[in-house]
């Protein structure tokens, strides 16, 4: 197996947050915490409420919470903060902006302190967006 310290775009996927593969066809591991908790960011906030058939009580209330007529910037920031802070490897969530564009993409922008000690930001990693056309 290869490790890799750091998230890299892979051009043979380019869908950040998947699994990656070697030339071989084996995975490939990260070994830092930054690099692990962007990835499953990445996850939590591209896994809906009530997607999974197995447990509809897992995911992110985007329809239910955000993807509202008006929806507040307080139940915004709240939906935003429990899905950093519950992800595990988060110690501490520091700061936290977003902003919805007028092509409605909403961009995610956090800094964290992370279990290890580090601080964590968003920024340096490939960037939280959701589109909110659909």
Excluded at 24 to 53: D, M, N, P
Excluded at 67 to 76: C, E, G, N, Q, R
Excluded at 98 to 112: E, K, Q
């Amino acid at each position: 197996m290869e490790y890799a310290g750091v998230l890299k775009a892979d051009l043979n996927n380019p869908d950040v947050g998947d699994m990656r593969l070697d030339d071989a066809g084996q995975e490939i591991l990260l070994t830092e915490l930054a690099a692990e908790v962007s990835q499953r960011i990445h996850v939590k906030f591209s896994y809906f409420l009530g997607e999974w058939f197995l447990n509809v009580e897992e995911g992110t209330p985007w329809f239910q919470r955000i993807l509202v007529k008006a929806p507040s910037d307080t139940v915004i920031r709240a939906v935003l903060s429990s899905v950093i802070r519950g992800t595990e490897g988060v110690a501490e969530l520091v700061k936290l902006t977003y902003a919805i564009s007028r092509d409605r993409h909403l961009s995610v922008n956090f800094v964290a302190k992370l279990a290890d000690g580090t601080t964590f930001r968003s920024t340096e990693y490939p960037s939280f967006t959701l589109d909110l056309t659909s």
